[in-house]
């Protein structure tokens, strides 16, 4: 009769695969990662190497990266725990082997794994090349944001920022900076000035 609880129950009973992950495909490089001093026995941490953000597990003498992102709801698997010999997922609980990525029995999905080797107590990773990317509408957007706001607090307007009523003829706005003050001042029709009796 069948509970439906084998993958679970699978889970709790199985040993964490420790085949190392192959060398990627194509061109890669060898990146240092970090010091295996700086992670000790039984952890996980998270690190950045290049773009890209790996989870760094350390069980026994071997040493695993994967993508920190798990592939089941996105959480960062180098926030993560290693417990009975499994990489967990701190969101939900997912377990993966901490060298190479893999699931237990019954269950599919696994994060990225990247080959590492330890050189003279610094753990490297093998990732591929990353490829040039080319230039997107939202670098334009930034670019052109960056250059208006740098433009824009040398005072142009006459105020640190830009305000949407500098446009718009607001008179609740008139006054409000120099720019302003002589707009109206341009607007108003000239009064004789008193003279003094």
């Known amino acids: 009769m069948s509970t439906g609880a084998e993958p679970a129950v699978a889970a709790a009973v199985a040993v964490p695969s ?7 495909q194509g061109e890669f490089a060898w990146h240092r990662a970090i010091d295996v001093d700086d992670l000790p026995e039984g952890r996980v941490t998270t690190v950045t190497v290049g773009h890209r953000t790996l989870a760094i597990t350390r069980s026994g003498d071997v040493s695993g990266a994967l993508d920190n992102r798990c592939p089941h709801q996105g959480g960062p698997l180098g ?26 029995p019954g269950f599919s999905d696994a994060p990225a794994a990247y080959r590492t080797e330890l050189r003279g107590g610094v753990v490297h990773v093998a990732l591929p090349l990353e490829r040039p990317r080319g230039r997107t509408v939202a670098d334009v957007v930034v670019e052109t944001m960056v250059a208006w706001g740098s433009a824009m607090s040398s005072g142009w307007w006459g105020t640190p920022t830009w305000d949407w009523r500098m446009h718009c003829g607001s008179r609740r706005s008139a006054g409000t900076s120099p720019m302003w003050a002589s707009v109206m001042r ?4 000239s009064r004789p000035r008193p003279t003094a009796s």
Do not use: F, K, M, Q
């Not at 341009?186 to 029709?189: F, G, Q």
């Open 186 to 189: 341009a607007r108003r029709p």
């Open 79 to 104: 926030e993560g725990s290693i417990e009975r010999g499994w990489l967990r997922c701190p969101w939900h609980g997912y377990d993966y082997s901490p060298c190479n990525g893999r699931p237990p």
């Open 18 to 24: 420790a085949v190392t992950p192959d060398l990627p």
